[in-house]
């Protein structure tokens, strides 16, 4: 039982560690000068989205194992569901 949730922990600190370098590296690239296009930016955008629902994802696996976040994560967190509500439908709507 622990072996698995030490697991599904890991996986997520991963999903996040990974969502971070895809961003990290689409903004530097953005920064280098180069031509923007539209794939870019769109590509971009997804990735910085794609933070928020892994960090969101550690944070609340985090706090239904027991964790009790300081004020800032928890309005952070809704900070980032308003955001991620907002480009879902700007962006698909």
Do not use: C, N
């Not at 969502?19 to 910085?48: C, F, K, T, V, Y």
């Amino acid at each position: 039982m622990k072996q698995d949730r030490d697991d599904e922990l890991l996986a997520r600190f991963w999903a996040l560690h990974a969502a971070i370098i895809r961003r990290d590296g689409l903004e530097e690239r953005m920064r280098s000068g180069l031509p923007l296009d539209q794939d870019l930016l769109d590509r971009s955008l997804s990735a910085a989205e794609a933070v928020l629902e892994a960090r969101g994802a550690l944070y609340r696996y985090l706090m239904d194992h027991g964790w009790t976040p300081p004020d800032t994560v928890v309005k952070d967190l809704a900070y980032d569901e308003i955001v991620l509500t907002e480009t879902d439908g700007a962006i698909h709507g």
